[in-house]
C-alpha cells in the first residue's frame, strides 16, 4: 500500500515538474535568431538544401562524432554480454520455402534503399541513421526468415572500423585544408550544383560513413543478439 | 500543443510502468515509452504554426538578392530540435537493445525475469 502510494507521490511529482512547461508554452510563429542562422548559412554557405542535416553533419558535427561513439560502446556492450561460451543448441525450425525467397528476394531490395537514403541525405529526408537502420532491417529480415543465414564477422567489422576512421579522417581533412578552427567543416571539397548528388561539400561522403558505421554496428547487435542464445 | 501534453502523458504512463511493474522487459518497455515521450516533446517545442519541413526546395518561398544569397521567405519548422530528436532517436535503439542484453543475460545466470527475484541491489 506505501509502496503504491510511493509510486503515486513520484508521478504526481513528474506531472508538476512538466506542469509550468505546458502551461506557459505557446506555439511560435517565427524562427529564432540561432534557427535563422543555421537555415540562411546552411543555403547560402554550404548549398544544402536539408538543413537539419547541415546541423546534424556540419554545424554539430562534434555532438554526431560523440553519438557514433555512443553507438559503438552500446554495441560493444552487447557483444559482450552476449558472447558465446557453452550454449546448448536450441531447436529451429526451418522457413517455408515461400518465406525464404520472398525474403531473399526483398532484403538486397532494401539494403539498396537504405544505400538510397544516406547517399540523398542532404538532399531529402533522410541520412546516415536512418539509412543504416534500414540496412540494418534487410539483415534481420534475413536472420529471421533463413536458419543457416550467416554473414562475416570480420566484414562486418571491417566495414565498421573503416567507417569510422574514415570519418576522423574526413574531419581532420577538413581542418589540415582550411584552417585550425574547422574540425569537421566539410567545405574543402566543392559545393557543387544546387539539389545534385555530389554537392554541398564533403556532407555525402560523411553521411555514407556514418551510414555504413550504423548499419554495420546494428548488424552486429542483431548478430550477437541471435546467435547469444544459441551455437 | 496536443503533441506537447501526449508526449508529458508518455513520459508519466512510462514512468508509472517502470516502478509498478515486476517483469524486466516491461520495465524495458516502460524505457522506451518514456524515450518517445520525450521525443514528441522536443518536436512539439521546435514546431511552428503553419510551417513545413525544413528542407528547402520547390515547396518553400525562396528570393535571392543582388550578391546572389538566397533568402527563405515561407516559414520552416526550427530544424535544431529535429536534429537532437534525430540523434535521440538512434542513442535510444541503442540504449534499449543494451538494456535487452542485460535481460538477456540475467535470465541466463538466474533463470528468472522477475525484478523482485534480484534482491543482491536492493537497500
Partial sequence: MIKYLLTFLALLGIGYMFFPLVMEFSTPTRLNPLAEAYVSSSVNDLNMPNVVTAIVVSYRGLDTLGEVTVLFLATAGVGFLLRKRNHEAIFRRQGSEILRIGASFLAPLIIVFGVYIFTHGHLSPGGGFQGGVVMASGILLMVLACKEFSFSHNLIHFVESLSGVGYVLMALTGLLLIGFDSFLDPRFLPKGEWLSLFSSGAVPIIYSLIGLKVGSELSSVIDSMQTGGEK | ?123
Fill in chain 2, 1 to 123: 500543443m496536443l503533441v506537447l501534453i501526449s508526449g508529458v502523458l508518455l513520459i508519466i504512463i512510462g514512468i508509472w510502468a517502470m516502478l509498478t511493474r515486476k517483469n524486466i522487459i516491461r520495465i524495458i518497455i516502460g524505457f522506451s515509452i518514456v524515450d518517445t515521450g520525450v521525443h514528441m516533446i522536443i518536436v512539439a517545442i521546435g514546431y511552428i504554426k503553419n510551417a513545413t519541413a525544413p528542407i528547402i526546395d520547390s515547396a518553400v518561398n525562396t528570393s535571392s538578392d543582388i550578391s546572389g544569397a538566397v533568402h527563405v521567405n515561407s516559414l520552416i519548422v526550427d530544424p535544431v530540435p529535429s536534429a537532437l530528436v534525430l540523434t535521440a532517436i538512434v542513442i535510444g535503439l541503442a540504449v534499449t537493445a543494451l538494456l535487452l542484453s542485460f535481460a538477456i543475460r540475467l535470465y541466463k545466470v538466474s533463470g528468472s525475469l522477475n525484478i523482485d527475484d534480484y534482491e543482491e541491489l536492493k537497500w
